[in-house]
């Protein structure tokens, strides 16, 4: 083709103001998988892409079983604030699971999809702890503690639990899942009801959740893909663009190396928080 020919059309199409890149969206995608232990990571993600002109909503896609209420919040938070400060759109896309944490996470978006084998819901807190004091007895072990009030060393595994204990941590459960609760219920608009209904800690398929207005959708990823093109204003497949992976620490890359060249695991013996 004519080289002048196409400076000829391209001059055209700027001075009738066409916009050639309106056809390539830029949708950038956070993941939030397993465990929520921390958010210092998952809201540096959701920054990058706010932050970034070029972009034009933003994805996030869960598959968590839930974790710490302080971080769950922080991230809510954070998604909340960039729906209501920003024109990219925001929204969720549930894998297979985005139960409790990973639930809470996912209310403050634009719009949250499900497939309709998702397992979501589980709205609701608990709290446990292992309690050693009947083996102490048995094996003949005594364990002092010398503290400054009555609560110090509730939560102890090294004594029986009482009932003031019960009743204190009861009060600080019901009042997390309180805060729970209220922003599920502002969020989805449910009434008092219905929300006392949804949250006693079941979970539901992504069907059950959209007839009870906990999603908006179904729908698979890619659904999601081009629903949130079709919310920022485009008519073609978005370009999904990921977080640039982090080049390993000097130190980490060191301790590989010895656990590869000497057949080792050793670094497993660290004790670990796992989720079953």
Not at 66 to 92: L, T
Request: aromatic residues 10%; charged residues 20%; contains cysteine.
């Amino acid at each position: 083709m004519n080289f002048k020919f196409i400076l000829l059309i391209l001059s055209i199409l700027i001075f009738s103001g066409c916009d050639i890149t309106k056809d390539n969206p830029l949708i950038g995608l956070v993941e939030i998988n397993g465990a929520i232990l921390e958010s210092e990571e998952i809201v540096k993600n959701l920054n990058y892409f706010y932050l970034r002109d070029d972009i034009n909503g933003i994805l996030v896609r869960v598959n968590s079983p839930g974790g710490g209420v302080a971080a769950s919040q922080e991230i809510y938070q954070k998604i909340k604030n960039i729906r209501d400060r920003s024109n990219k759109p925001i929204i969720i896309s549930m894998s297979s699971m985005a139960t409790s944490g990973g639930y809470y996470v996912s209310i403050g978006a634009d719009s949250i999809v499900a497939n309709p084998g998702s397992i979501t819901g589980s709205i609701g807190v608990i709290m446990g702890y292992p309690t050693v004091a009947k083996l102490m007895e048995i094996i003949g072990v005594d364990y002092t503690t010398i503290k400054s009030g009555d609560f110090k060393d509730s939560g102890s595994p090294f004594r029986k639990t009482s009932k003031s204990d019960n009743d204190y941590f009861n009060e600080v459960v019901l009042e997390l899942f309180d805060q729970f609760k209220s922003d599920v219920a502002f969020e989805r608009n449910l009434s008092e009801d219905k929300i006392k209904e949804l949250a006693q800690g079941q979970i539901f398929s992504g069907r059950q959740a959209y007839n009870n207005g906990l999603v908006d959708r179904i729908g698979t990823f890619e659904d999601a893909i081009w629903l949130i093109g079709k919310m920022a204003g485009y008519t073609s497949r978005p370009t999904l663009i990921r977080i640039p992976e982090k080049q390993p620490s000097l130190i980490n890359a060191i301790m590989s190396e010895i656990k590869v060249n000497l057949g080792l695991n050793f670094l497993h013996a660290i004790p670990e928080y796992s989720f079953n």
